[in-house]
T-cell receptor
Framework: GAVVSQHPSWVICKSGTSVKIECRSLDFQATTMFWYRQFPKQSLMLMAT?????????EQGVEKDKFLINHASLTLSTLTVTSAHPEDSSFYIC????????????????FGPGTRLTVL | AQSVAQPEDQVNVAEGNPLTVKCTYSVSGNPYLFWYVQYPNRGLQFLLKYITGDNLVKGSYGFEAEFNKSQTSFHLKKPSALVSDSALYFC??????????????FGQGTTLQVKP
């Protein structure tokens, strides 16, 4: 159990277009999902925390108008990169945390496989 | 502020030899500690975690880690390395209790290279 999927796994787009990335928890409900960005051979940088039914909390330095996050249900969060530019090219990874009170005594995060975004 | 340090960018070890990937942390209160592994162009795979209890934690694929509170360390170990263990390893920490946001903070990652 505890599988998180991301779609698409990779995307290439033209500069100025918008790209939507989906993150789904397949076999559990997630009150909270996290979006990370990773540059080659670097660590994961948390971009924002997404809570179901409320506005996302963005980390310092992350443009909320550029990286739109929607957490419409307990199994789906989306990240939309608006007006993408080549510097937005990166590996985007989401994670999902189980609903409180689930079997695990600690609300563990489960990571998706990542989405490779290339902006031309 | 919470932080994680992985002092080695790369660790090289011969197949069959023991391996250690180092991690030290700084967090207010008691920590939750994690190790993840990442293969090229893939997401993170969970290896093991320390929440409470025994300081020696056993995880997936024969990996283990020892929580050392006095040294604020959580080094990853394996008695006998395999070539297939070659990957990027991340240590992460999350603080407990009031004042902690629940966010995972990751170290910068250590590339493990196991040579045949």
């Amino acid at each position: 159990g505890a599988v998180v999927s991301q779609h698409p796994s990779w995307v290439i787009c033209k500069s100025g277009t918008s790209v939507k990335i989906e993150c789904r928890s397949l076999d559990f409900q997630a009150t909270t999902m996290f979006w990370y960005r990773q540059f080659p051979k670097q660590s994961l940088m948390l971009m924002a925390t997404s809570n179901e039914g409320s506005k996302a909390t963005y980390e310092q330095g992350v443009e909320k108008d550029k990286f739109l996050i929607n957490h419409a249900s307990l199994t789906l969060s989306t990240l939309t990169v608006t007006s993408a530019h080549p510097e937005d090219s990166s590996f985007y990874i989401c994670s999902a945390r189980r609903l409180r009170g689930a079997a695990s005594s600690y609300n563990e995060q489960f990571f998706g496989p990542g989405t490779r975004l290339t902006v031309l | 502020a919470q932080s994680v340090a992985q002092p080695e960018d790369q660790v090289n070890v011969a197949e069959g030899n023991p391996l250690t990937v180092k991690c030290t942390y700084s967090v207010s209160g008691n920590p939750y500690l994690f190790w993840y592994v990442q293969y090229p162009n893939r997401g993170l795979q969970f290896l093991l975690k320390y929440i409470t209890g025994d300081n020696l934690v056993k995880g997936s694929y024969g990996f283990e880690a020892e929580f050392n509170k006095s040294q604020t360390s959580f080094h990853l170990k394996k008695p006998s390395a395999l070539v297939s263990d070659s990957a990027l390893y991340f240590c992460a920490v999350r603080g407990q209790g009031k004042g902690n946001t629940g966010k995972l903070i990751f170290g910068q990652g250590t590339t493990l290279q196991v040579k045949p």
